[in-house]
């Protein structure tokens, strides 16, 4: 199974609302990512958050990791239409990236 | 920089075909992952290939396989296609390791007839 797991599986929001997205993993890790997918398309990298982080912001974006209970978020301030897309964490358990099934976002104008 | 490039973007092949698919990473990044991504399982590591060699492997048949040459440019390939590998193939570069960012191609969509 996934080492990380998003949530919700879909959100739908109004432009200008906040949009939080959790991510569950099972296993400690070193880092945490976050990155975004437009529709079919490749994944864009948003922020790298480690162990021993508790929070990290980058724009209008906040990633929180509380590595004792296992989970992230990833908050989207003043979220806009073209943060449409689906957002997945990633966990670097082991020798690679394992990734999360995802969360899509639809932000609505 | 360039960006990490993927051809041929769209593929269509039937059962029993194989196909190549070719990958060219960030220049100076020697990590290069491939992934595939389908609707039901979402984003599966296949294998990381790191100056030449196959770092790490995920779980698929030998059906899939992989090479990097020298200059860290990475093909996959996947012989005797079934309706099931149906996907986009995604590919990723890094400078050393999987771990740290990762930067993706557009990926290549497959569609097995």
């Known amino acids: 199974s996934q080492q990380g797991e998003e949530d919700p599986q879909a959100l739908s929001i109004q432009e200008g609302e906040n949009a939080t997205m959790n991510c569950s993993y099972k296993?400690?890790?070193?880092?945490l990512q976050w990155y975004r997918q437009n529709s079919g398309r490749g994944l864009v990298h948003l922020i790298l958050?480690?162990?021993?982080?508790r929070e990290k912001h980058s724009g209008r974006l906040r990633v929180t990791l509380d590595t004792s209970k296992k989970s992230s978020s990833l908050l989207i301030t003043a979220s806009r239409a073209a943060d449409t897309a689906s957002y997945f964490c990633?966990?670097?358990?082991?020798?690679?990236?394992?990734f999360g099934e995802g969360t899509q976002l639809t932000v609505n104008p | 920089k360039a960006g990490v490039t993927q051809t041929p973007r769209y593929l269509i092949k039937t059962r029993g075909q194989q196909v190549t698919l070719s990958c060219s990473p960030i220049?100076?990044?020697?990590?290069v992952s491939w992934y595939q991504q389908t609707p039901g399982q979402g984003l599966q590591f296949l294998f990381e290939?790191?100056?030449?060699?196959?770092?790490n492997k995920g779980n698929f048949p030998g059906r899939f396989s992989g090479r990097q040459f020298s200059n860290s440019r990475s093909e996959m390939n996947v012989s005797t296609l079934e309706l099931g590998d149906s996907a986009l193939y995604l590919c990723?570069?890094?400078?050393?390791?999987?771990?740290?960012?990762?930067?993706f191609g557009p990926g290549t969509r497959l569609l097995v007839l």
């Open positions: 990723a570069s890094s400078l050393d390791q999987p771990q740290e960012t990762q930067y």
């Open positions: 296993t400690s890790i070193n880092n």
């Open positions: 958050i480690r162990s021993n982080e």
């Open positions: 990633a966990t670097d358990g082991g020798s690679r990236l394992t």
């Open positions: 220049s100076g990044h020697r990590s």
């Open positions: 290939y790191f100056s030449e060699t196959q770092r």
